[in-house]
């Protein structure tokens, strides 16, 4: 597992009193990343390439440990009841994210009326690209929701206005997800 990652923040500016604004980037890369070929992947190189296929060790027919597939267009053969695949944990996938996320804090309090306190937190991804094994291209998931990695949204925001005094405190937030494509 090789990890390397450059980040930076911009430090809150004191223009306003009671502000506080963060802004933290974010370019992040993994290279053999603990994972698994997925069972598709596997069975259709197997289906496709026989015995020449890398991953023909992980195919059996009827148990874990059953004959393996003999020659191309083997699986096709069976049943997908009598189709065993073996996915063992291997480094093999890499993940390049670039992302920023950026927050808003805003304190006021206001005599006789009480504590006001406004918080924004955005986290915007610009890609976020995996590579499920070492043959394949890097697909970039971000603004997708998809199997392997769940919603990626490219903007997601939530923000809060609270509200106390005396022992009342009165809370309201939002929650924003830009659309994603279901892949």
């Known amino acids: 597992l090789r990890i390397s990652a450059v980040t930076w923040s911009i430090p809150t500016p004191k223009m306003i009193d009671g502000l506080t604004v963060t802004v933290d980037y974010s370019n992040i890369y993994i290279k053999q990343n603990i994972g698994t070929v997925p069972a598709p992947t596997i069975i259709q190189s197997v289906e ?21 597939v003999s020659g191309p267009g083997g699986i096709s053969g069976h049943s997908a009841q009598s189709i065993y695949v073996i ?6 996938s890499g993940l390049k994210v670039n992302s920023a996320d950026i927050t808003f804090d805003y304190i006021k309090k206001v005599a006789n009326v009480g504590r006001f306190e406004l918080v924004s937190n955005w986290t915007w991804y610009q890609s976020y690209k995996l590579q499920l094994i070492p043959t394949e291209q890097y697909y970039n998931y971000a603004g997708q929701a998809s199997q392997n ?9 939530n ?25």
């Open 149 to 157: 990695e769940g919603t990626v949204p490219r903007w997601r925001t």
């Open 159 to 183: 923000t809060t206005l609270d509200w106390s005094d005396k022992g009342f405190d009165v809370f309201v937030g939002a929650t924003y997800v830009s659309s994603v494509t279901d892949v």
């Open 87 to 92: 996915q063992n944990l291997v480094n093999l």
């Open 48 to 68: 496709t390439s026989g015995t020449a296929s890398p991953y023909v060790g992980l195919v059996h027919y009827n148990t874990g440990t059953g004959p393996e």
